[in-house]
């Protein structure tokens, strides 16, 4: 049974950082590429950061690069986001995603199995 649990989320004031973890269970993590996605109240949902199964390589949005990084520690079959700068605009509700479909895109529409998502709120 596939699943991904969040953890990292929180209160941060702008400028700041965290580090959210998506814990993989139930596949190997690097037959799978992995995504973080983010949807704040009232916004579609967007993805923020992929990472490819087979040779690593990372997709970043525009409003996330150079502040975003994303991960994977297949002995630890977990996969980091790791978020500096913060700003006020990066609040949501950020889930991990997965995918054994090497080829997909960073949209949700592409992920078939979802964590249940942890709060990043970015206020003063």
């Known amino acids: 049974q596939v699943q991904l649990v969040e953890s990292g989320g929180g209160l941060v004031q702008p400028g700041g950082s965290l580090r959210l973890s998506c814990a993989a269970s139930?596949?190997?993590?690097?037959?799978?590429?992995i995504g973080w996605f983010r949807q704040a109240p009232g916004k579609e949902r967007e993805g923020v950061s992929c990472i490819s199964s087979n040779d690593g390589s990372t997709y970043y949005a525009d409003s996330v690069k150079g502040r975003f990084t994303i991960s994977r520690d297949n002995a630890k079959n977990t996969v980091y986001l790791q978020m500096n700068s913060l700003k006020p605009e990066d609040t949501a509700v950020y889930y991990c995603a997965g995918t054994p479909f090497g080829e997909a895109m960073c949209v949700g529409a592409d992920f078939g199995s979802w964590g249940q998502g942890t709060q990043v709120t970015v206020s003063s």
């Open positions: 139930g596949f190997t993590l690097d037959d799978y590429v």
